[in-house]
């Protein structure tokens, strides 16, 4: 949220305080979860089951361990993740081009395997999780940004 890009991206629950107020006795850990969670295919089918979808709420929610949020360890993960992109795009790059080749085809092959990398994993959130298109839009033109950074890195260095 450096430039306020994301600001738009998680939006303020309908009366925050009580909903926290409600859930914080439950101490539910930290990790994903469904609500309602089927446990089984034939669970799904149950009038049970489908009353809860009716009644709601249906969500997926992530809980965040309690406390300080510090970008330390994100940032981290972050860069070993960039690093693995981009080995990545030097492997495909490196097998379709090979050393000699000119800079727009390494821009090119580079760009568009760290686009992959960076971008589109993230449209399935917004298919099955069914994430604000906006929000996946949005990182996508980050992955577009970053996948542009990367090309322009590689056909910066790459051997002649």
Do not use: C
């Amino acid at each position: 949220m450096f430039l306020g890009w994301h600001a738009g991206d998680y939006p303020t629950l309908p009366d925050e305080g009580r909903f926290a107020d409600a859930v914080r006795p439950l101490a539910i850990p930290p990790g994903d979860y469904m609500v309602p969670r089927p446990r089984s295919m034939a669970d799904m089918r149950s009038p049970e089951f489908i009353e809860k979808r009716k009644t709601g709420p249906v969500m997926m929610i992530t809980v965040f361990p309690t406390g300080e949020f510090g970008m330390g360890r994100n940032l981290a993960m972050w860069f070993v993740y960039s690093l693995v992109v981009g080995v990545f795009a030097a492997y495909v790059t490196g097998h379709a081009l090979g050393p000699g080749a000119g800079y727009r085809q390494v821009v090119r092959f580079a760009g568009m395997t760290a686009f992959i990398g960076y971008a589109v994993a993230l449209w399935q959130m917004s298919i099955w999780y069914r994430r604000q298109w906006r929000t996946t839009i949005v990182s996508t033109i980050d992955g577009l940004i970053y996948a542009g950074l990367t090309a322009g890195v590689f056909g910066w260095l790459w051997p002649r």
